[in-house]
């Protein structure tokens, strides 16, 4: 059984390639995009450095209720999230195989009072040019208060 691993991302990205690498550089760019979501001047257009990693027009994400979202349903979506949530995440373990990445973090938000930490598992799916195209989210969590899930409306 291969170990979890509880570890910055950015202390574990230098040790990968390929599309694990890909999928660690995503997820430090993720960080970066929801600190900068706190300036005013923050808008959708800002995850230009996210959807560089992404076929924006196959992209297709399933998340933690099975809500199935476009590239700009997605980015609608991060971006309300991320105007009013902090967020953060430690490395458990990564595994590739047949262009599709598993990642196991675990992560910490906070929105208005409510602060929650959770396991999840990322399942990344890349085209034949190694762009992210399917993106599939399981998370571990105890429940949330109705008013958290706002986000999803």
Same mark, same amino acid.
């Given at each position: 059984m291969v170990a979890k691993? #509880?570890?910055d991302v950015s202390e574990v990205v230098q040790h990968y390639s390929g599309i694990s690498r890909t999928v660690l550089e995503y997820s430090l760019v993720? =960080?970066?995009m929801v600190d900068a979501a706190k #300036?005013?001047?923050f808008s959708e257009d800002s995850w230009a450095p996210l959807a560089k990693f992404v076929a924006t027009d196959e992209f297709e994400r399933?998340?933690?209720f099975l809500e199935v979202m476009r590239w700009r349903d997605y980015i609608t979506? /991060?971006?309300k999230w991320a105007k009013?949530?902090?967020w953060e995440c430690s490395f458990k373990r990564i595994s590739e195989g047949d262009r599709v990445v598993f990642l196991e973090l675990e992560e910490?938000?906070?929105v208005g009072e409510h602060a929650s930490i959770v396991n999840s598992c990322s399942i990344y799916e890349f085209n034949d040019l190694g762009k992210l195209r399917h993106l599939d989210i399981y998370l571990q969590m105890k429940p949330v208060p109705p008013e958290m /899930? =706002?986000?999803y409306e």
């Open positions: 691993v #509880k570890q993720m =960080k970066r #300036k005013p001047s399933v998340g933690n979506f /991060l971006t009013g949530s902090e910490r938000s906070r /899930l =706002k986000a």
